[in-house]
């Protein structure tokens, strides 16, 4: 399971490879994108690009490009489904607490029903 900070760093390397075997990414790009949702540091974004390369998610490999440093970055088969696990894990949740929300309704009924026949 990804946390917050990764599935958003993962979104981003997902737009960046989408269409593309690889790619090249600045962690300076990515700090940028995250920058209005969290406040990353490069040595807390090196690590969660490491976490997601042990997920499976993705292939990295840390370069120089003209003396500043690059991810060089590849969709494995798992990060290539990133966004269809996105939209299952957000489908599922709005099942569960519809379904929470039905089951409440029905109890709070019977609830009603018992105290008409009982009193």
Same mark, same amino acid.
């Given at each position: 399971m990804l946390t917050l900070k990764e599935k958003y760093v993962m979104e981003y390397v997902y737009q960046k490879c989408q269409g593309k075997k690889s790619? $090249?990414?600045?962690?300076?790009?990515?700090i940028s994108?995250?920058?209005?949702k969290y406040v990353?540091?490069?040595?807390?974004l090196e690590k969660i690009m490491t976490n997601l390369s042990y997920d499976n998610y993705i292939e990295l490999f840390k370069s120089d490009k003209?003396?500043?440093?690059?991810?060089?970055?590849?969709l494995k088969l798992k990060g290539?489904?990133?966004?269809r696990e996105l939209t299952n894990n957000?489908?599922? $949740? $709005?099942?569960?607490?519809?379904?929470?929300?039905?089951l409440a309704i029905i109890t709070a009924l019977i609830g009603v029903l018992v105290r008409l026949i009982f009193m």
């Amino acid at each position: 399971m990804l946390t917050l900070k990764e599935k958003y760093v993962m979104e981003y390397v997902y737009q960046k490879c989408q269409g593309k075997k690889s790619c $090249l990414i600045s962690p300076r790009e990515i700090i940028s994108y995250t920058a209005d949702k969290y406040v990353m540091y490069p040595d807390e974004l090196e690590k969660i690009m490491t976490n997601l390369s042990y997920d499976n998610y993705i292939e990295l490999f840390k370069s120089d490009k003209k003396g500043s440093p690059v991810f060089c970055v590849s969709l494995k088969l798992k990060g290539e489904g990133f966004h269809r696990e996105l939209t299952n894990n957000k489908r599922n $949740l $709005l099942i569960t607490l519809g379904r929470t929300c039905i089951l409440a309704i029905i109890t709070a009924l019977i609830g009603v029903l018992v105290r008409l026949i009982f009193m």
